[in-house]
Each structure stands twice: as structure tokens, then as C-alpha cells.
T-cell receptor, first 114, second 113 residues
């Protein structure tokens, strides 16, 4: 089992451009969450997808959108990139267990906006 | 508004000694608390958790203590090993059954021989 995989590992974009990041969940996991980790900060929750719909959302503008596919993989799209969007973007997949859940993080995609 | 705070950005401990990492929170609705470890170029890895109905949870060398009245939790690692050197994040959620987590800013632990 490859665990949670993310692509690409690194990405450089110019301000104003759009970017798409991809995540494949761990086998057996049906829920995908996205987090943004700025330098020196902890991860911040962006949103969560379950059954191909956005189930929860953090305090991020509409420029951040996502999608979940029938195979549970997910994409994070960011439009009109700002310099402040430079961060490590983490994907976490999870599934419910009796009395809780099991969650694993991917290695992240490092986005640099110039 | 930082709902989960880790006020010590770094901690240095000698191998074999106890490491104590601290975390404070402000949201009284938090019901479930977790600790994650993160190595460079890897995602956070789950270490240990505790629900608000408990005040202690132990797993091998790792013990988490929760003081609800003080809105404070701590992670104890004993004995500390060089392989424990990493960034440790405290996280919290309002519901035991949700994985929407609020993270602290992390504490970098260095364990030296």
C-alpha cells in the first residue's frame, strides 16, 4: 500500500496563474482533506471531500476549490494565485472506524508563487 | 485567532531524558486532541490522541496529559531517543468523529546523544 500520494512534489507558479494539485488516498479511505502549511506555521484546514462533495470548509476564499472523483482521489485548485499562497499543501485521507477515524497525511506539494 | 498554541518553538533534550512538549488551547468546544510528528519532506504522522473524557493516555514511550480546566495538554516522551528529533504538532477537533483538525504552530524537538 503506497499510502497517501500527492503530485507534483514541487511547483513554481507566477502570481495570477492557476494551479491544480492532486491527491490519491490510502487504499480503503473514502474521505480527503486538504491543508495549507505556511512556513513556520501549523497546517490549516482548507476543506474536506466525502462522496464527491465538499463536506466541511475552513476559512479560505473561493479561489480555493476542489473536487473528488469516484475513485476517491481529489484535486485542489487555486485560482488567481497570490504570493501568500506559497506554502506546503498537505492532503490527508481518512475513513471512519468504530468510535473515531483513521487519518494519514501525504508528503505534500510545495507551491512557490513568484 | 490562534485557537491552539505551542509557545515553545524548539526544545533540546539529551538522549535518555524526558521530553515534555506543551500545548494550550482556547476553544472550550474542543473534544479531541492529537499529537503529530513531522520529519522534513514527509507529511505529519499520527502519534497519540486523547479525548476530553480522559486526563491521560499512554502508548509506549509516549504519554499525553490533558488538563481541561487549564485548557492545557502535554506530550511526554521517555526515554527520548535521537530518532525522536522532529517537529511535533498539537492538534484539536470539536468532534471525536470528525477529522477537521486545528493545528498548533509546532515545536522542533532535538534529541542529542
Amino acid at each position: 500500500d503506497a499510502g497517501v500520494t500527492q503530485s507534483p512534489t514541487h511547483l513554481i507558479k507566477t502570481r495570477g496563474q492557476q494551479v491544480t494539485l492532486r491527491c490519491s488516498p490510502k487504499s480503503g479511505h473514502d474521505t480527503v482533506s486538504w491543508y495549507q502549511q505556511a512556513l513556520g506555521q501549523g497546517p490549516q484546514f482548507i476543506f474536506q471531500y466525502y462522496e464527491e462533495e465538499e463536506r466541511q470548509r475552513g476559512n479560505f476564499p473561493d479561489r480555493f476549490s476542489g473536487h473528488q472523483f469516484p475513485n476517491y482521489s481529489s484535486e485542489l485548485n487555486v485560482n488567481a494565485l497570490l504570493l501568500g499562497d506559497s506554502a506546503l499543501y498537505l492532503c490527508a485521507s481518512s475513513r471512519e472506524l468504530a468510535g473515531g477515524y483513521e487519518q494519514y497525511f501525504g508528503p505534500g506539494t510545495r507551491l512557490t508563487v513568484t | 485567532d490562534q485557537q491552539v498554541k505551542q509557545n515553545s518553538p524548539s526544545l533540546s533534550v539529551q538522549e535518555g531524558r524526558i521530553s515534555i512538549l506543551n500545548c494550550d488551547y482556547t476553544n472550550s468546544m474542543f473534544d479531541y486532541f492529537l499529537w503529530y510528528k513531522k520529519y522534513p519532506a514527509e507529511g505529519p504522522t499520527f502519534l497519540i490522541s486523547i479525548s476530553s473524557i480522559k486526563d491521560k493516555n499512554e502508548d509506549g514511550r509516549f504519554t499525553v496529559f490533558l488538563n481541561k480546566s487549564a485548557k492545557h495538554l502535554s506530550l511526554h516522551i521517555v526515554p527520548s531517543q535521537p530518532g525522536d528529533s522532529a517537529v511535533y504538532f498539537c492538534a484539536a477537533s470539536e468532534d471525536y468523529n470528525t477529522d477537521k483538525l486545528i493545528f498548533g504552530t509546532g515545536t522542533r524537538l532535538q534529541v542529542f546523544p
